[in-house]
Antibody, heavy 116, light 108 residues
């Protein structure tokens, strides 16, 4: 069974940094691209960033480009999202997503709150 | 960016009745369209992918149709557990996929 367990969320001040982690199990992590998708309180879903299976290519939404960095450690079956220069509008639940040309598995999410 | 527009924003339907939700893409996404159900405090649950293929474990009362720019999710006979928010998502230009703004399905 695919399991994706996010961690690292919390309360951070505007301009601060946070690193999210996603521990994957139940599948061969190194064979799959992965993504982060977020959802602001009471709002819809927004794709944030993706990384290919070996980590060779990364992609970012314009709203986070230059501030967020996605990475992975296939030896640890873990996905990361380094978030810098955080803004109030980055407040959201961040979901870790397994990809297969489309999302095929979601974690339960971790809440990031940026205080102003 | 491909913009996904869902209608209506809120749909009020009685249990046992049929619900029809719409999703329109700003340009063709072929059949690269998924539907999700989301309940409060939970992650999205995949219902439909490829515009019309039910995901594993999804009841037959959920069906999807359409291609190109116009898509529909139909729930044939609403059960109490079906009242939730529904999102469409295009993945035609992965990974730059986009979601609709959601349709809230509420009890009439």
């Amino acid at each position: 069974e695919v399991q994706l367990l996010e961690s690292g969320g919390g309360l951070v001040q505007r301009g601060g940094s946070l690193r999210l982690s996603c521990a994957a199990s139940g599948f061969t992590f190194s064979n799959y691209a992965m993504s982060w998708v977020r959802q602001a309180p009471g709002k819809g879903l927004e794709w944030v960033s993706s990384i290919t299976d070996r980590g060779g290519s990364t992609y970012y939404a314009d709203s986070v480009k230059g501030r967020f960095t996605i990475s992975r450690d296939n030896s640890k079956n873990t996905l990361y999202l380094q978030m810098n220069s955080l803004r109030a509008e980055d407040t959201a639940v961040y979901y870790c997503v397994k990809e297969e040309g489309r999302p095929v598995g979601w974690g339960q999410g971790t809440l990031v709150t940026v205080s102003s | 960016e491909i913009v996904m527009t869902q209608s209506p924003a809120t749909l009020s339907v009685s249990p046992g009745e049929r619900a029809t939700l719409s999703c329109r893409a700003s340009q063709s996404v072929r059949s690269n369209l998924a539907w999700y159900q989301q309940k409060a405090g939970q992650a999205p649950r995949l219902l439909i992918y490829g515009a019309s293929t039910r995901a594993t474990g999804i009841p037959a009362r959920f069906s999807g149709s359409g291609s190109g720019t116009e898509f529909t999710l139909t729930i044939s006979s609403l059960q109490s557990e079906d009242f939730a928010v529904y999102y469409c998502q295009q993945y035609n230009n992965w990974p730059l996929y986009t979601f609709g703004q959601g349709t809230k399905l509420e009890i009439k």
